[in-house]
């Protein structure tokens, strides 16, 4: 096995819209020592993205500065990092990844044609994140590693704040590349402190393994450790197993046993639902969140036995009423069908979504695989070209484009994402109808409001007036910086 430690910088936030610049990886052997060189690579923007402003400031990346520094077309960008990710057995590796960085990949994938999920597992591969690994060190075994604090004095697990307490090189923090080495580092030296840990941790990656001790039915409670819980409780609670969900094996419903799961019983559906999503800030008296949770099995859940509750330090650290838990895992084993069943009932009330546009809806379904296949066919071609130094001007390529565009589709969000894909990569094989299309779709995100999910140039101004008026702003380096970005805007507009 080795270690693909990576990471991406992007245009925004969202996974799902915003789009991925750099991406740097360095490969590993499973002792954690490097082999081969760093990879840097540069995606350009396509005509209808607009970074924000705030995503500049922290990846320090202009747009204007993409294709000096070798940036490609995103469909160029995105085959060239799945062939890295393709090769077998490897473990896909970041910080903080499988919330944000996989999320990323998967629609960047989807979005140029690619199968979204083919380099989590196939061939031996996985994925894994040092983020949760070290919540469970803080947790488990802090000692031998420093464990910053916030300006508030709470605990942080920023990158940036670890890297620095523990006097480890990070001097391009937010540069992909630079976050790839800190991370790095970090995982050795978590994994010099307590290699058994380490291990463990790691063979949690195996969805199978989690399964295997979530759902024995032996086990009354487990340990979950997630950023999903405060860190002033040690990121983790005690949790009872209420079941697959919905249908999906890959998640499972749990119950917070810091809390009485009789407290269910007695509340109707519409005030459950209100309470799964409720804000702090919009607690009455003695209110609180519904206290479950989803796990993920196929996210490296860290879950551990309660034997680790022996250690008092560790209960400590959790500021766990041991006496509580113990008397709602016993009301649970009495109770447990009835809050399973409307819990489950909760869950499955149908959520008010609005239609997904069809590069957001990788979601709403699996491609029927006959499509699927005529997808690897064009990409086999693609990536032929790719391998061979060529790029999407290849007569190969022009021709499986050619071909690809007078496919017809079984999947209905297939002839509009392949619409995209080929006006993106290659505007010149269109139509003039389709030119008219590709335009009409491009003004429209540009033009869009600034509350919409797409960044437009209303937005993009105001957010670059904003931060330009904002004291914590003014310093030389950031307003030259917001100049430039912003000359950069008003040259895209005058096209």
């Not at 307490?165 to 800190?182: P, W």
């Not at 709403?364 to 790029?391: C, H, I, K, T, W």
Request: aromatic share 8%; with cysteine.
């Amino acid at each position: 096995m080795s270690f693909l430690f990576y990471d991406l910088e992007t245009t925004g936030s969202d996974p799902r819209c915003d789009r991925p610049i750099q991406f740097a990886a360095l490969r590993t052997n499973d002792e954690l020592e490097p082999i081969g060189s760093p990879i840097t690579l540069y995606a350009t923007l396509s005509p209808e993205v607009l970074p924000h402003p705030q995503a500049v400031l922290v990846t320090g990346i202009l747009p204007q500065t993409l294709a000096s520094s070798g940036g490609r077309p995103e469909a160029e960008f995105a085959a060239l990092i799945h062939a890295e990710m393709m090769q077998p057995d490897t473990c896909a590796v970041g910080f903080n990844s499988l919330r944000f960085d996989a999320e990323l990949l998967r629609f960047m994938f989807w979005r140029n044609l690619r199968d979204p999920y083919a380099h989590e597992w196939k061939s031996g591969n996985s994925r894994w994140d040092v983020l949760d690994a070290a919540r469970a060190f803080r947790l488990l075994r802090p000692e031998g590693i420093q464990w910053p604090t916030d300006e508030q004095g709470a605990p942080t697990l920023r990158l940036e704040a670890l890297t620095k307490a523990n006097e480890i090189a990070h001097a391009n923090a937010h540069d992909a590349l630079g976050d790839v080495e800190a991370t790095l580092a970090f995982a050795r030296l978590m994994r010099a402190q307590s290699p058994k840990l380490f291990g463990y941790l790691l063979s949690l990656r195996k969805k199978a393994v989690v399964a295997d001790f979530v759902d024995n039915p032996e086990r009354e409670s487990f340990v979950h450790v997630s950023g999903r819980i405060s860190s002033t409780l040690g990121s983790a609670s005690v949790f009872a197993n209420l079941g697959q969900v919905q249908g999906i094996n890959t998640q499972r419903l749990l119950w917070d046993l810091r809390f009485d799961p009789t407290e269910v019983l007695d509340d109707d559906m519409e005030t459950l639902a209100a309470r799964r999503f409720l804000r702090d800030a919009d607690a009455q008296d003695n209110q609180h969140r519904l206290p479950i949770k989803l796990l993920h099995l196929n996210r490296a859940p860290v879950v551990v036995a309660n034997t680790i509750l022996k250690e008092g330090d560790i209960v400590e650290r959790m500021q766990l009423d041991l006496d509580a838990v113990q008397k709602n895992t016993r009301t649970m084993a009495q109770f447990k069908r009835e809050v399973a069943d409307k819990l489950h009932a909760v869950l499955a009330e149908p959520p008010a979504f609005a239609l997904q546009d069809a590069e957001c809806a990788l979601y709403e379904g699996f491609m029927p695989n006959a499509d699927r296949y005529l997808l690897d066919d064009f990409n086999r071609v693609f990536d032929q070209a790719m391998a061979a130094g060529g790029s999407a001007q290849d007569v190969p390529v022009t021709e499986a484009l050619r071909k690809l565009m007078a496919q017809s589709w079984q999947d209905a969000r297939l002839p509009e994402m392949v619409f995209r894909f080929v006006a993106r990569l290659r505007p010149d094989l269109l139509n003039e109808d389709e030119r008219t299309q590709w335009q009409s779709l491009v003004d429209s995100r540009l033009n869009a409001a600034p509350d919409q999910r797409y960044m437009g140039f209303a937005g993009f101004f105001a957010a670059i007036d904003a931060l330009m008026a904002d004291a914590a702003y003014r310093d030389e380096a950031t307003l030259a910086l917001l100049t430039q970005l912003k000359a950069w805007g008003e040259t895209r507009i005058r096209r």
